[in-house]
Every structure is written in structure tokens, then in C-alpha cells.
């Protein structure tokens, strides 16, 4: 078997050399046996005791933009998780409180509604569970709870802002963390060309980044590790 090998063309983000099979199946006929496992989901899963509303995402928001969650009113979730970053910092390492370097880069947030660990380490199973540690760290935010709920409390948008969004559970840490759970789950990739090409769309992406797919699959065994329509196993 002849392999001519090249570099992937800047349409595809697969980050792999591309292998031209000769003789073998067309590149699209090979790659069918792949597809099914990385199709994008059609609804965002919503915990039964946070689902999605307005008024959660119009105060999550406000909060993950918000640099009075810190200690030193200056540091909001969006610093190490900015939008015109893909939601990272461009940073090899986060700067966190007194702008000092911390030990580990800053991961980005998108499409982490389906993520099954969180940090790092992978101690926190729910966006609610995660969203208060960078908040409390003394390193990074460097609020504590207590001051985080006496400083919201006293502002008048925030008191009605709780109030509409969970109107039964009043301003607490759960609530906070809560709400920016629901923002955070509103951060979801756009379509690509590659999921265009998925959905039925044969010329979407190029023959050699379809034969670069059956090899991120098959001989390079990058879907080991970066699996399903995210690319990550969360590992």
C-alpha cells in the first residue's frame, strides 16, 4: 500500500498529517464508518434542578461579567475566560489575584454543558459544583462567600435579578453558582464545516481533510483521546 503524506490544509482543524491512501475506498466511503460518533447533539442537557431560563442566563451573565465577585473588584470569571479568546486567556498560565502567575493555563468554557469532569484534576462533576472554586481561591479570585453574598446583596439590580430567577431560593452561594452554571451552558461552539459535512453535505470540507478524518481515526489513533463531537474525553 502507497502513502503519500502532506500537511492539512488550514480548512480543518484536525492538527494531524494527512495520509492519502492510493487504491484504497474514496476517502467519503471509509469515512461513513466514523461519522455517527461525532454528529453535534441537537438540545443542551439542563440539570431537572437548574434547567434553562431568561432571567438565569440574563444573571449568570451579569456575574461571570462581573468583576465584583473578586476580592479585589477588578478580577471577573471572564479575565481568565474572555469571549475574544475562545473563552481562555491566550495565556500559557492564569493570572489570578494580585497578578500573579498561577500554576496552570486556563481552559476554555465552551461546550462544557456536556463535560462529565471538571478542573483540572477532575474533582467537580457539574458546572454548579465547579463555578464557586475560582471564586473562593485565594489565588485566583480571592473572595469569600460570605463577602461574595453581602456584596451582591447590596445592589438593588442584583436583589430583583435573584428574585426572578429563583424565586423560592432567595441570594446564596448555591444560587450564584447556579446561575452562572446556566450561562455557562449557553456557551456552545458554532457549526463548523465539518459538521456541515456530517449532516450530509459532501463538499463541506475537502477529500484530503475526509481522508485526513479516516486517519485521525483509524492509523493515527487520535479519536483515543479525542473523541466524540467535542474532540476531548474530558481526561
Same mark, same amino acid.
Given at each position: 500500500?502507497?502513502v503519500?503524506? &502532506?500537511?492539512?490544509?488550514?480548512a480543518? =482543524?484536525?492538527g494531524?498529517?494527512?495520509v492519502?491512501v492510493?487504491? /484504497?475506498?474514496?476517502?467519503?466511503? *471509509? ?6 460518533d461525532?454528529?453535534r447533539p441537537?438540545s443542551v442537557?439542563q440539570?431537572? +434542578?437548574n434547567?434553562w #431560563?431568561?432571567?438565569r442566563?440574563?444573571l &449568570? ?5 462581573d468583576?465584583r465577585?473578586s476580592?479585589?473588584n477588578?478580577i #471577573?470569571c471572564?479575565s ?5 479568546? /475562545?473563552?481562555g +486567556?491566550?495565556?500559557p498560565r $492564569?493570572?489570578g489575584?494580585?497578578m500573579?502567575?498561577?500554576g496552570?493555563?486556563t ?6 454543558a456536556?463535560a462529565? @469532569?471538571l478542573f483540572?484534576?477532575?474533582?467537580a462533576g457539574s458546572l454548579?459544583?465547579? /463555578?464557586? &472554586? ?6 485566583e479570585?480571592?473572595l469569600s462567600?460570605d463577602?461574595?453574598?453581602?456584596k451582591?446583596?447590596?445592589?438593588d ?7 426572578d430567577?429563583?424565586?423560592n431560593?432567595?441570594?446564596?452561594? /448555591?444560587?450564584v453558582?447556579?446561575?452562572? $452554571?446556566?450561562?455557562?451552558r449557553?456557551v456552545? @461552539?458554532?457549526e $463548523?464545516?465539518? +459538521?456541515r459535512?456530517?449532516a450530509g ?5 475537502? *477529500?484530503?481533510?475526509?481522508?485526513g478524518f479516516v486517519v485521525?481515526?483509524? *492509523?493515527?489513533? =487520535?479519536a483515543?483521546?479525542h @473523541?466524540g463531537?467535542?474532540?476531548? +474525553?474530558d481526561s
Amino acid at each position: 500500500m502507497k502513502v503519500v503524506r &502532506g500537511l492539512l490544509g488550514p480548512a480543518v =482543524c484536525f492538527g494531524i498529517l494527512v495520509v492519502q491512501v492510493l487504491g /484504497a475506498e474514496p476517502a467519503s466511503t *471509509e469515512a461513513a464508518r466514523f461519522t455517527s460518533d461525532y454528529l453535534r447533539p441537537s438540545s443542551v442537557p439542563q440539570p431537572a +434542578d437548574n434547567a434553562w #431560563s431568561p432571567a438565569r442566563e440574563r444573571l &449568570g451573565r451579569a456575574l461571570f461579567f462581573d468583576p465584583r465577585l473578586s476580592g479585589s473588584n477588578w478580577i #471577573s470569571c471572564a479575565s481568565c475566560h474572555n469571549p475574544g479568546f /475562545a473563552w481562555g +486567556d491566550g495565556l500559557p498560565r $492564569a493570572v489570578g489575584d494580585g497578578m500573579k502567575t498561577l500554576g496552570r493555563r486556563t481552559p476554555t468554557i465552551l461546550n462544557l454543558a456536556w463535560a462529565e @469532569s471538571l478542573f483540572w484534576d477532575g474533582r467537580a462533576g457539574s458546572l454548579e459544583e465547579q /463555578a464557586l &472554586g475560582p471564586i473562593q481561591a485565594e489565588g485566583e479570585m480571592n473572595l469569600s462567600l460570605d463577602r461574595l453574598t453581602a456584596k451582591l446583596g447590596a445592589v438593588d439590580g442584583y436583589r430583583t435579578m435573584f428574585k426572578d430567577a429563583y424565586p423560592n431560593e432567595g441570594m446564596t452561594p /448555591a444560587t450564584v453558582a447556579k446561575a452562572i $452554571a446556566v450561562f455557562e451552558r449557553t456557551v456552545v @461552539s458554532a457549526e $463548523a464545516p465539518f +459538521d456541515r459535512w456530517l449532516a450530509g453535505n459532501g463538499s463541506a470540507i475537502s *477529500e484530503s481533510a475526509q481522508r485526513g478524518f479516516v486517519v485521525f481515526n483509524q *492509523e493515527g489513533r =487520535c479519536a483515543t483521546c479525542h @473523541s466524540g463531537w467535542r474532540f476531548t +474525553d474530558d481526561s
